[in-house]
């Protein structure tokens, strides 16, 4: 007896794609449809029907801010983060489609969700699930709507009482990096000098090429130009190739436009005579400083803004000997390490900075896409002033016997939410560098000199004797 063989069931037919493609069919819809928006909930549109879109298909809801033209128009307790595109799955709940940009351009076929571009497209999917993707919307914002007053608008939609625990501080902080219309962010410079070529001054005169301008980067020698330069190749070979993956024609492009806004020389007074902006970044020395300031002083245009990049020392011992007229362009300007990834500019005043040297480093910061914030001519200015008490309180404790290092460093991780802990950020930002600072308090300290909050620390003190300096001594309060 033959055995018959169980035949396979057959599968439905897949129906066959359109020969025009989902993106044709889509830019054949009139514009105006995407780029107008809606004014109030009963205009809100039909979707455009995806031939590929399955709605039993689970989609990830995005949120976004509508339209850039219209989002900004609509009443400020108005939910913005509808969409005029939803899938019908998503109708009877509030819609979180991805309309971002000035017209939408692209379809995912998956899901019929509708964005500004397929580069859009493929950021949004490189992120990882549930992460706050509100800032690409703001970046379409920003091609529309520019200036102090757009800043203004957005600001007041996003801080709704009924937004504010939706809105992350990233789409913020997206928007303000590209405002480059605002006024804050136009500063009358067309060169910068910056002396020094280390980490610090290599890594602001990177900003600062990268932001058009022109930089002079000055040293002692050819030796130490040229190597503050391998310092901003490499660094800007991994901006580019976080900021062009895969091109690699487009990232080498970028380096060498780069380097060729940087001029290297050891001519310390040519530097300065052609200069709009003088950033220091030198060694933590008042009488070294100055006498670099006194040559800024003679050659130096009349409208040149000095600064220093200085993290400890007062800003007003190091402009001591400059002229009368002189001291009302000068300020502190402190940028932190890695100065490419650090966001935070502290400007530092003292009691004769003009108010128009002050706006315009704001500008210049903001030019950079960094965040500026103003201080007075206070030891260790904002965030000196609060995280080296801190760190000192911590090193304390472990000579107490209170708790371990690494007891204390998990309890402000787990317990605070800190990044890292206190020894480790220690052991990171180098133990010399808190000693240098902590003794500069306690010997001559405005309202700190002689005080318990600055008294130095024997174990500090003996880590840096030993020569174990944190993590670039290979040990610390830990090994590496």
Same mark, same amino acid.
């Given at each position: ?64 801010? !509508? ?8 009443? #400020? ?53 549930? +992460?706050?993707?509100?800032? !690409? ?6 091609? #529309? ?28 902080? +997206?928007?303000?990096?590209?405002? &480059? ?5 136009? +500063? ?48 800007? %070979? ?30 310390? $007074?040519?530097? /300065? ?11 933590? %020395?008042?009488?070294? %400083? ?29 402009? $001591? &000997? ?21 966001? !935070? ?48 309180? /911590? ?9 371990? +290092? ?37 010997? $001559?300290? %405005? ?34």
């Amino acid at each position: 007896m033959k055995s018959r063989r169980a035949q396979p069931k057959s599968k439905p037919s897949t129906p066959k794609r359109p020969s025009t493609p989902v993106r044709e069919q889509f830019e054949q819809k009139p514009q105006s449809h995407f780029k107008n928006g809606i004014t109030n909930l009963n205009e809100i549109s039909k979707p455009f029907k995806n031939p590929h879109y399955n709605p039993k298909r689970r989609t990830k809801p995005v949120k976004q801010i !509508l339209m850039a033209e219209k989002a900004l128009d609509w009443p #400020v307790d108005f939910p913005t983060y509808w969409s005029i595109d939803a899938p019908p799955s998503l109708e009877p709940r509030k819609k979180y489609c991805d309309i971002t940009g000035l017209e939408a351009r692209y379809t995912d076929p998956k899901t019929n969700l509708r964005y500004h571009s397929a580069e859009v497209y493929s950021t949004i999917k490189r992120l990882p699930p549930g +992460a706050e993707q509100s800032y !690409l919307a703001l970046r379409n914002a920003n091609v #529309v709507l520019s200036g102090r007053t757009a800043a203004q608008r957005i600001h007041k939609t996003l801080f709704a009482p009924r937004h504010q625990a939706s809105i992350s501080i990233r789409a913020i902080r +997206a928007y303000a990096s590209e405002a &480059k219309n605002s006024d804050e962010s136009s +500063a009358p410079f067309s060169s910068v000098t910056v002396l020094g070529s280390g980490l610090m001054g290599s890594g602001i005169a990177q900003v600062a090429a990268t932001a058009n301008y022109k930089v002079n980067l000055v040293d002692l020698s050819e030796d130490l130009v040229q190597k503050g330069q391998s310092y901003i190749i490499k660094s800007l %070979k991994r901006v580019a190739k976080k900021k062009f993956q895969g091109d690699e024609p487009r990232q080498s492009q970028f380096i060498d436009e780069t380097l060729s806004r940087i001029s290297l020389t050891t001519d310390t $007074e040519s530097a /300065a005579a052609g200069a709009d902006l003088i950033v220091e970044a030198i060694v933590e %020395k008042v009488d070294t %400083k100055q006498s670099v300031f006194s040559i800024f002083d003679k050659v130096a245009p009349s409208h040149t803004i000095l600064t220093s990049n200085t993290s400890s020392l007062p800003i007003e011992a190091i402009g $001591e &000997k400059l002229s009368d007229k002189r001291k009302t362009q000068l300020a502190g300007l402190h940028f932190f390490n890695p100065v490419p990834q650090m966001k !935070l500019v502290e400007i530092v005043r003292t009691d004769q900075t003009s108010q128009d040297t002050s706006d315009k480093l704001r500008g210049f910061v903001a030019s950079l896409n960094k965040a500026p914030v103003m201080c007075k001519d206070t030891p260790g200015f904002i965030v000196n002033r609060l995280l080296v008490p801190y760190l000192v309180e /911590a090193i304390r404790m472990l000579e107490r016997g209170d708790a371990t +290092a690494q007891d204390i460093d998990t309890a402000m991780k787990f317990g605070a939410g800190y990044p890292m802990g206190p020894f480790e950020l220690l052991d990171y930002v180098g133990l010399d560098t808190v000693k240098f600072i902590l003794d500069g308090w306690y010997k $001559e300290g %405005k309202g700190l000199a002689g005080s318990d909050l600055a008294k130095p620390s024997e174990k500090l003190d003996s880590l840096v004797a030993s020569g174990r300096l944190g993590v670039k001594s290979g040990g610390g309060f830990y090994d590496y």
